[in-house]
């Protein structure tokens, strides 16, 4: 990083643009940072095999003995750490369009991650009000900032973080009701919904690639620069009442998407 790149960063007008852009170069300059260190901690133990003193170094680099000792602590004289060994990558599927039997049936997610044979787990990060995106309100037909219910939760397969889904419903239809109870709704959010009087009609979904912002690189654990999909339904009644709006970013090197056919459709 320069004063050069920020300078150039500076002159972007979109100011979200500008702010994943930042993001990205703290993200790469991090880690930088944490690899230089880990060097040093290691050229520091290699003085001390070849006999320096703990004085000696610490007067050279500025620091305390006791600083010294912290860097190299862990590390072994002459052998650098070994690298752990890679664990394999995490591969779930995902269908498109969304197979609709797997909506009915509970979480999409944690069915077909059974039957892959992967261990998944569902984790509620939050349930609020909160200012509608200009997407989701499109769908939902409300003004854009406008409040609507959150429910905001973390899809991990095998204890990795490999989707966020975010529902939204509109507060003058679902205010009050168990759609913002802050726990896993049961037994499905689909049961919740009908409850409340509402038929399932039809359903529009879209799709976007596209560079990950940063917070959804902190929450799915992605390297810097790391791509996300993001899947957009939006489902309506049968007197076409906008009901649910399911946002749904998935880490785009943890996927596999299924694409259905459409009936009667065998075409390769």
Same mark, same amino acid.
């Given at each position: ?36 260190? @880990? ?32 860097? /190299?602590?862990?590390? #072994?004289?002459r ?22 039997a797997m ?37 939902? @037909?409300? /003004?854009?900032?406008? +409040?609507?219910?959150? /429910?905001r ?15 939204y419903? @509109?507060? +003058? ?20 919904? #009908? ?23 902190d929450?799915l654990?992605?390297d810097?620069? +790391? ?12 007197? +076409?009442?906008p ?22 459709c065998?075409?390769?």
């Open positions: 990083m320069n004063h050069s790149t920020l300078r150039e960063i500076a002159t972007v007008t979109d100011p979200i643009e500008r702010a994943r852009a930042l993001g990205v170069m703290m993200a790469e300059q991090q880690a930088l940072v944490e690899e230089a260190a @880990r060097m040093r901690r290691q050229a520091i133990a290699e003085a001390r095999e070849s006999g320096h003193r703990l004085e000696d170094i610490a007067n050279v680099l500025g620091v305390s003995p006791g600083r010294i000792s912290q860097m /190299r602590k862990g590390l #072994t004289a052998t650098p750490e070994a690298p752990p060994e890679p664990a394999p990558p995490v591969i779930v599927h995902r269908s498109l369009p969304s197979e609709p909506y009915g049936a509970g979480c999409m997610f944690l069915s077909v991650a059974e039957r892959q044979g992967v261990h998944a787990e569902l984790r509620v990060l939050g349930v609020g009000l909160e200012p509608a995106p200009e997407h989701v309100a499109t769908c939902l @037909r409300t /003004r854009p900032g406008e +409040d609507v219910i959150a /429910r939760r973390l899809m991990l397969a095998d204890e990795v973080p490999v989707r966020i889904a975010v529902s419903f @509109r507060t +003058d239809l679902f205010g009050g009701t168990p759609v913002t109870d802050p726990e896993l709704l049961k037994p499905t959010m689909h049961e919740a919904i #009908t409850a409340h009087g509402h038929a399932f009609g039809h359903a529009e979904e879209t799709l976007v690639a596209r560079p990950a912002a940063r917070w959804e690189t929450l654990r992605l810097p620069g +790391d791509c996300v999909v993001q899947v957009l339904r939006a489902s309506y009644s049968t007197d +076409d009442t009901i649910h709006v399911l946002e749904t970013v998935c880490a785009a090197a943890r996927h596999v998407f299924t694409i259905n056919q459409a009936g009667g065998d075409v390769f």
